[in-house]
Nanobody, 126 residues
Framework: VQLQASGGGLVQPGGPLRLSCAASGSTLDSYAIGWFRQAPGKEREGVVCITSSGITTYSTDSQDSVQGRFTISRDNAKNTVYLQMNSLKPEDTAVYYC?????????????????WGQGTQVTVSS
């Protein structure tokens, strides 16, 4: 499966943005999909993951900062997973990536995930 993240851009603090992760080459029925982000000079950190049945898991790395603002969803018919980001803050600035893990999310940490797509840049700035 190949993944392509899109939807990034420049947004003012407090604004919303929705990212998309589109899959090709295979359906996502057998995969959970995670969103990750990497800010300049920092390690890639998990954000949130969703199983094919819609169960979501937030990463312990970023849960305190994103839960309540970021929501993951998926449209299996479109083979696409979304990340709705609201009330964006400058510290959310990063390249955002999506990746797969078989069936269940488990711990949302980068080394467990595969099929990394090309990331999409999100910049939160006034």
């Amino acid at each position: 499966v190949q993944l392509q993240a899109s939807g990034g851009g420049l947004v003012q603090p407090g604004g919303p943005l929705r990212l998309s992760c589109a899959a090709s080459g295979s359906t996502l029925d057998s995969y959970a999909i995670g969103w990750f982000r990497q800010a300049p000079g920092k390690e890639r950190e998990g954000v949130v993951c969703i199983t094919s049945s819609g169960i979501t898991t937030y990463s312990t790395d970023s849960q305190d900062s994103v839960q309540g603002r970021f929501t993951i969803s998926r449209d299996n018919a479109k083979n696409t997973v979304y990340l709705q980001m609201n009330s964006l803050k400058p510290e959310d600035t990063a390249v955002y990536y999506c990746a797969t893990v078989p069936f269940f999310c488990g711990a949302v940490v980068a080394y467990r995930f595969n099929s990394w797509g090309q990331g999409t840049q999100v910049t939160v700035s006034s």
